[in-house]
């Protein structure tokens, strides 16, 4: 599903975010990218939704060369890939359904179809009551779960998401963490950034390790 | 949803290749839940109304902003507009004499009436005139009285001071024909003085002319005007809604997603001008065309003045539309690459 091929990434000013990073996620495995704050576990998930370019080495996303690829098919690869934000990235000026349906509309699909298929993914995390709702009007647990909600409603065969449960309690950071564990279990390949050690060890899946920029064995 | 079924399209979709525009590829037909071919167009049309739809609905709902921009586009397109119609007026004034200037030949004062009306017959009889028509000089001074006004002041005169008159209506009106048909009635012995009414109308034509030039001058600086003015609205628009196009971008939106609702704003912003125009030229129409046709009546008779018209009006909302969207996609072609999430 991914495979980073000798990536390094430094970024204008020398910083080097990612140093010979090599690594592969199958398809519909999960796993979890851990390290300290600043190791670049943002970068490695922006070069894979093509946000970053790599200064070497070549990423490939389900079997493509991502070095090869345009600035034009950048949008395909997007739409390919659900991402679940830190800090939401939700529209406030439009309700629940919206910023949920905004994946839909982009790629237009019909009223019908994006109505049937917002609320199928705001049942799945448990929002169903609120889509009429304002992204304000909710606790940060709610949003994050609008975000997970918007990743998942075009049913990409990848999901990843940076730092989920960031700014949530332990109670509910378990929450989320099991639902990407159940888009893990319909066939979606996952990957979590998240320096919530305890609740990654919990889980029980592969780590993939980063310490300034490199990756641990 | 149904775990088995959500299974089988995340396996289905999972097949799909990347890089392939996702809803229009051969691979999405497999799956139950993707796009077809006339689905696409449906909704590539239905997104076009929605996004056209709310445009123009946040436009009405920001009522007082919106206004003011309708109205700087309105001026900028109204006042080339009015001057370009009357200019069509002016033309259509001179057009009514240009086909057949006339020829006034003035008799000698001692050429009798009977006389006078012969030389008409004769003159009329010519081929290259198609009419003489003889007015005496008590029938001219009739004519003038009532024209003039100035009955009093004639009457208080001892004699008729107007000669007797031969107007000539020409077969060919070009220039050089007309000047010697001129040339020979001024041999005639009866003949006093022959004027024709051609110099005023040369020069009408040529002060049109050079009017039309000076108003697509002006309609071209004021169209420039208005495309900047556009340009910059937009970009202000572009700027207030930088998150939201990051987040689209993000999630997937092609450029021509992204630009589709800053082109009708454009668009709007346009029609909007233009209708402010269309009202205020309209309006001064309504306002100047008493005046000018009394003016024109003093002078020599019916005279209506034209206004925009149907296919006037309809050029006038075109080229709003037109410099709307153009504005619009050199404001956004210029800044929306220089948004990208970060």
Redesign the interface.
């Known amino acids: 599903m991914i495979r980073f091929d000798h990536v390094s990434k430094r970024y204008p000013g020398g910083k080097e975010a990612l140093t010979n990073v090599n690594f592969e996620l199958d398809?519909s495995e999960m796993v979890f990218l851990t390290g300290h704050s600043g190791a670049g576990k943002s970068t490695l998930m922006k070069l894979i939704?093509m946000?970053e370019r790599p200064s070497q080495g070549q990423v490939f996303?389900?079997?493509?060369n991502l070095n090869r690829?345009g600035r034009r098919?950048?949008?395909?690869?997007?739409?390919?890939v659900g991402?679940v934000?830190q800090n939401h990235?939700?529209?406030f000026?439009r309700t629940v359904f919206d910023n949920v349906a905004?994946?839909l509309?982009?790629?237009?699909?019909?009223?019908r179809?994006i109505g049937r298929?917002v609320r199928?993914a705001l049942?799945?995390v448990g929002l169903a009551d609120k889509e009429k709702h304002y992204p304000v009007t909710l606790s940060g647990g709610e949003q994050q779960r609008v975000g997970i909600a918007?990743a998942v409603v075009n049913?990409?065969?990848l999901l990843l998401a940076d730092e989920p449960t960031g700014n949530l309690d332990p109670g509910l950071s378990q929450e989320i963490m099991n639902l990407f564990q159940q888009f893990n279990q319909?066939?979606?390949a996952v990957m979590i950034a998240s320096h919530d050690l305890a609740l990654v060890e919990a889980m029980g899946h592969r780590q993939i390790i980063l310490s300034d920029g490199r990756l641990e064995a | 949803?149904n775990?088995d079924s959500?299974?089988v399209?995340?396996?289905a979709?999972?097949r799909?290749?990347?890089?392939?525009?996702?809803?229009n590829n051969k691979f999405a037909g497999a799956s139950t839940?993707s796009?077809r071919g006339l689905?696409?167009i449906?909704?590539?049309f239905?997104?076009h109304r929605l996004v056209a739809k709310q445009t123009i609905q946040n436009l009405i709902r920001s009522f007082g902003t919106s206004t003011m921009t309708w109205m700087v586009i309105g001026v900028a397109l109204g006042l080339p507009a009015m001057l370009f119609i009357l200019l069509d007026n002016a033309e259509g004034l001179g057009g009514d004499w240009q086909g057949k200037p006339g020829i006034s030949v003035y008799l000698q004062v001692d050429v009798s009436e009977s006389e006078g009306r012969l030389l008409a017959q004769r003159l009329a009889a010519e081929p290259e005139f198609i009419d003489a028509r003889y007015i005496s000089a008590a029938q001219a001074l009739e004519e003038f009285k009532e024209h003039s006004g100035f009955d009093e002041v004639l009457n208080s005169l001892p004699g008729n001071p107007l000669p007797a008159v031969i107007d000539i209506e020409p077969d060919d009106v070009s220039t050089i024909e007309l000047k010697m048909s001129v040339q020979r009635l001024q041999e005639l012995s009866a003949v006093e003085s022959v004027s024709i009414d051609l110099e005023w109308i040369e020069r009408l034509i040529a002060l049109v002319t050079l009017g039309e030039r000076f108003v697509l001058a002006l309609a071209i600086f004021l169209g420039l005007g208005v495309l900047l003015s556009i340009g910059n609205t937009i970009r202000l628009a572009i700027e207030n809604r930088r998150?939201?196009i990051?987040?689209?971008?993000?999630?997937?939106?092609?450029?021509r997603?992204v630009r589709r609702p800053f082109l009708y704003l454009g668009f709007w912003y346009g029609i909007g001008g233009a209708l402010f125009a269309w009202l205020m030229v309209q309006g001064s129409l309504l306002f100047l065309s008493a005046p000018i046709e009394d003016l024109i009546y003093s002078y020599r008779g019916e005279f209506a003045v034209k206004g925009m018209g149907l296919l006037g009006s309809a050029m006038l909302f075109l080229t709003g539309a037109g410099l709307g969207v153009v504005g619009a996609g050199l404001a956004v072609g210029r800044h929306l690459h220089e948004i990208?999430?970060?």
């Not at chain 1, 996303?61 to 493509?64: K, N, P, S």
């Not at chain 1, 098919?73 to 390919?80: C, E, F, G, K």
């Not at chain 2, 799909?16 to 809803?23: D, F, I, S």
């Not at chain 2, 987040?247 to 092609?254: A, E, F, R």
């Open positions: 398809q939704i946000m996303v389900q079997g493509l690829l098919h950048i949008p395909d690869i997007r739409r390919n991402v934000f990235q939700l529209l000026d905004l994946p509309t982009i790629s237009g699909y019909q009223p179809e298929r199928a049942s799945k918007r049913k990409p065969p319909v066939g979606v | 949803m775990r959500d299974k399209t995340s396996r979709d999972a799909r290749p990347l890089g392939a525009k996702t809803p839940h796009l689905d696409i449906r909704s590539y239905a997104n998150a939201e990051e987040i689209i971008k993000l999630v997937g939106g092609t450029d997603f990208e999430p970060s």
